[in-house]
């Protein structure tokens, strides 16, 4: 256990679950790491499919993240209501529940599952990807670095929420704090420039225009953009984990989340415009991101410059631990609904749902390595969820708002149904767009999840109904259980069995196995050595002797030698012949003192516990009677 | 068990032994097999190490032979005695066991063990070399083949010995056949043509001498050579296989082994003589085998060379079968003295000592995977075991005439102690040459086998010491046992459990754990949903109205959420407060119909057992109440 405290910390009472909640200030890291890394990939996503339109594309950028940032602020909004509404965690899966009906939270906790398990994989294989291409060195081993870091993870994690949060501040505070430095800094030379400032190093010139605006174009590069919205989900699911008032402090994280999050993408997107800095071509041979090509505009290749480029990189590997943060909360509540297997609710030594981490862990890895740990191979199964998951959730909302009524109805429906319509075309827009490419797995896989779900709901339902007992305890037919015991020689083993017997019941029969053959067995019976008359020695004189109950011996040839089988044959017969009683059969077992001690004994004791367990019923109980070694 | 009875034929009863019996003609193929193999490297061997006395060589190998084959009648004549002293087998184990002490006995167990797991393994590997450099494609494949030809002689071998007798017939015989045949053709072309046959194709001039003759040049062609004695002890060992009277169609069987194997070798030094054959380099480029020169030579390149060279690779790599056959056989006779696990003596479904043939097929594999499935790395090890157990076998047999005395005393111990004398000689001559190539693994291994054997010696004859019970069934103290009862809920699974706890004792307990924290009891409490409350109801109420004993209530606080510990813990102090009595502890298990509904279930009640078992003691005993799912 010394090993399990030094890596994971001590065990938790239940009692000192306060201490494990978090405020804002290592809220931000915990559920914003996902939403805010967001900010180094999702402008460039767009700006990539903008490379056709040339320096024309550039300009569009602004309008687009303005857009972008309009979607974004009602969603904020309609998650401040939700967190509202649902103190007890409101995900989407939760709100699509309790107003859409079951079916459509199973879709939203497939959808949201699924993204938890790619926001972890290709948090931690982007940030490989990144490591990688400044040290092409380790390129060989990008699989195990990134299965590496899976494990760092879940250390840091199975220690507990607030825990993770401490490690985790730093890189995001070094992250969010260089790229104010960089918009602060850019925004004041372009204003006193007069909005056409001089680069300190000159971004690569953009290419000629190649094609005109289209509306599909425009679709594609906004939907590209909304990958900068993933993650925001993640406050209003954890909402139990923050400190009390827990909503109060749920919202403030989230406002402190997305105002920078907003910050950094209106930020980026006009210092691009201003520095005429436009995407490179990702597969080109002179690539470089849009982030390194600003830094280098306006802050010159100097210490910030690495330094800033360094909180992106651990920034972006690290983002994978929103998925660590909020996946085990979710199986917890679709746990709590019987769509899971029970163990999700289960809290482990340091307060954590740890089954929800080992399946992050184990479904991560197993992606990780399907996939290679490569990023782009990644991608396309990503995002479908997350927004299937903001679509379900929004629309929940209206329901919500239509049921509850309540002051600011119209408002509060509008403002949702505006998040639903746009949130569900980006849906559609990103399946179509990325379907041939990878998106139909995700599409694949929800259904069969669903499908999951069910079945494990239906055997939860099964058992409840088989199980439940609403009256007292019956009290008639308590009687003597019939006991059976197998013995195979006189020894103190078989003694202990016949007393603890004798113990019991007065009905007990003693089951002896002949494996000997024909020839055998008459050489030996003729010269009296045989197991009838040890029995009558050792056990029946003494017993009548001091008026006990004498068990009855039963011997059974084996002309093929088992042992165990002929034995249960013999209980499921003496079930069928006594159709009222409970047969209890006596299992007499050597216990070793070291494991490979077991290797020099035949585990018949073992394999008749599991031969009766498996062939038994109802009436047949299992007496399992110790011998320890001294 | 359908596809088991395909594989590996339906289960035997006990007393279809005799018709498992094997004569003289499936005999020899069986236990003869591996010493007549040898022939093909016998020679050769002895022949490679006297190219450097050129054409001189070649004339030595005839009284080399000469004294090879005269050693192998004394140890012919031996073993005929030791057959006839040892019907039940007569390994060197047993002889050197029953005449020499306990320590020479392990010594001649460890050794032969080993022997036998490399006369498989270098048996296997030497049938896939000779493949390989027939059809170099497969190369890459060697340690596939190996394991490929292992698994196949795993499973002819576990049909049982007559079954795998058939199968080997047919390539024993024509390896006899070819080379009696290629024998008989030469001697006649040689005396036809006055002792000097002109070849048919003429085989490779020999070298010039480079060196004079030495004794230890002699020697050590001495203790090549006798590597074609190696498996000649299997018969001894196997004289129970045999069918009745066993003795005699034992003896039959080696008379038969003997004398061809004395045909063969005699055969083959005096063709190479006459035809002035001798061995070429087996690592230069123009290597050929010493039968390939000599089946030209005498027959010419036709059919019958291609047929002759099939049967000796075919048999070559069957030899390992030897180690199946007699391996099962010694590991049964070791553990008959408890020296080794007793599952070695226990008879499978087709009469087998199984667990040995499992043993030598992994303990080969093993072999084989680390020595990458190559003939000249396992070599080293070789035939030090074989010499070892001879020479304790003739010592043995030295002692039992001395000790027996008879008609013909003195010849007797003549023959055998020359044997021994020869034998041991061998045996160091092969360790000193060997020594550093690989022997020193041997040399290791057999001691450390012997210290493991003692070890399980001295187990066996603990647990006998304190399990065996002389005198009959204590009957004082036979009292109703304290039944303690985990119970989580009310249902009819604790309804079943408090039912059958019931039937058992008057005097139970109920152990319910509380995981809630303090102050989510205390919610609970006041609003009456606590435990207690249900236990009143549905279970003290009714069990009192019916006049039975009520069981009491304990509810232990878990502010850490342990379930399992918490109850151990209180079986254990309960035990300690009632040092007379049983403890039973009833453990409810819910049992569902396929094996991945177990992924829905906590597994509880498996590890309250398992921990029961190993933190408990003598007065503990566990019942496993099951409750099935319809």
Known sequence: MAILDLLFGRPLATSEEGAEHVGPTSGVPIFGLDALSSAAYGPEAALTLLIPLG????????????AILALLIIVYFSYRQTIDAYPNGGGSYTVASENLGAHAGLLSAAAL???????????????????????????????????????????VNMRGVREAGVVFTLPTYLFIGTLLILIGVGMTKAILAGGHPTPVVTPPALPPAATALSLWLLLKVFSSGCTAMTGVEAVSNGVTAFRAPNCKTAKTT??????????????????????????????????????SMLLGAV???????????????????????????????????????????????????RLLYSHGVYALVGLTAVLLIIFRGVTDRLIPLYAIGAFTAFTLSQAGMVMHWRRVKGPHYASHVFINGLGAVATGMTTLVVLVAKFIDGAWITALLIPLLIFLMFQVKRHYETISAETEKLDACATDDIAEPLVIMPIDRWSRISEKAVRFALMLSREICAVHIDTRSDEESKEEDEQGGTFHGVWRDKVERPLKAAGLAVPELVVLRSPFRFIVSPIVDYVLEMEKKNPHRQIAVLVPELVVKHWYQNLLHNHRAQALKLYLLVKGNQRIVVINVPWYLG
Chains 1, 2 share one sequence.
């Open 254 to 291: 989230l406002t402190l989340i997305i105002a920078t999050l907003i910050l950094l993408l209106a930020g980026i997107s006009l210092l691009c415009r201003a520095y005429g800095v436009g995407a490179t071509d990702p597969n080109g041979a002179n690539y470089q991101s849009v982030l």
């Open 299 to 349: 802050m010159g290749r100097g210490w910030f410059y690495y330094l800033t480029i360094a909180s992106i990189l651990l920034v972006l590997s690290l983002s994978a631990n929103t998925a660590f943060a909020d996946f085990p909360r979710l199986t917890r509540a679709i746990a709590m609904n019987d769509y899971l297997p029970h163990v999700f609710i289960v809290r482990g030594r």
């Open 113 to 155: 599952m699924i993204d938890y398990v790619l926001t972890a994989a290709v948090g931690i294989s982007a940030g490989v990807g990144a490591l990688v291409s400044a040290l092409p060195n380790l390129q060989p081993h990008t699989l195990g670095l990134c299965l590496l870091i899976l494990a760092i993870l879940s250390v």
């Open 55 to 66: 320096l024309a594309g550039v300009h569009y950028i602004v309008p687009i993240t303005a």
